[in-house]
């Protein structure tokens, strides 16, 4: 079945830099990957996703994107703010649209 | 506001006593599930639902059961709660299988003694 690997478990960057966040797969049959934010006491929610016909997704600061050859993905948020600070999630869905299977996470702390 | 609701959010029991972590959703979704979330292990599917009656495994469905008799509703059940069963538990629904945005809950929080 699908695995996904999530590196770095941990980053810390200053306001203003960036931030990136990479994730690998095992399945070359997964076509949907999303990521989602995970705030301290809530739910994750999803920030960006990307289709396996897009190679590059934006959206204002976040931007994800996707190497189908090498089956890995990646979160770049550019001038981080402190509100950016939170755990990130990716995933990737299974074949059959059942699953979504997650990395194990990455905790990034924006300091001012 | 369109949303997916748990309860309770907190919940502190013993080993043995049967419980059920309820879940609701507005969205006239098909397809709900529930996942467990454990530090350092990330988020892991417990057992989902492709509609009303239709249930099926996650990768970690072992001491729990579902029922899904309403479309709205998806409980979690837990017939003999376990130490190792503590966690942070997620509902989550989406349009259907074939849908692709997954909406979660806010979480519940169980502590298992």
């Known amino acids: 079945g699908e695995n996904v690997e999530q590196h770095p478990s941990t980053l810390s960057v200053q306001e203003g830099d960036s931030a990136v966040i990479k994730c690998t797969y095992s399945d070359s049959a997964s076509n949907y990957f999303p990521w989602y934010k995970q705030e301290l006491g809530k739910g994750p929610q999803l920030i960006i996703d990307?289709?396996?016909?897009?190679g590059e997704k934006k959206d204002q600061r976040i931007a994800v994107t996707l190497n189908k050859t090498a089956k890995h993905f990646s979160l770049h948020i550019t001038e981080t703010q402190p509100e950016d600070s939170a755990v990130y999630f990716c995933?990737?869905?299974?074949?059959?649209?059942?699953?979504?299977?997650f990395g194990k996470g990455t905790t990034l702390s924006v300091s001012s | 506001e369109a949303q997916v609701t748990q309860n309770p959010r907190y919940l502190i029991t013993v080993t043995g006593k049967k419980l059920t972590v309820t879940c609701s959703q507005n969205?006239?979704?098909?397809?709900m599930s529930w996942y467990r979330q454990d530090p350092g292990l990330g988020l892991r599917q417990i057992y989902y639902s492709m509609n009303v009656e239709v249930t099926d495994k996650g990768d970690v469905p072992e001491g729990y059961k579902v029922s899904r008799k309403e479309k709205r509703n998806f409980p979690l059940i837990l017939e003999s709660p376990s130490p190792n069963q503590t966690s942070l538990y997620f509902c989550?629904?989406?349009?259907?299988?074939?849908?692709?945005?997954?909406?979660f809950g806010a979480g519940s929080r169980l502590t298992v003694l």
């Open positions: 969205m006239n979704h098909e397809y």
């Open positions: 989550a629904s989406k349009q259907s299988s074939g849908a692709n945005v997954l909406t």
């Open positions: 995933a990737a869905e299974n074949q059959a649209g059942t699953a979504l299977i």
């Open positions: 990307i289709r396996s016909n897009v």
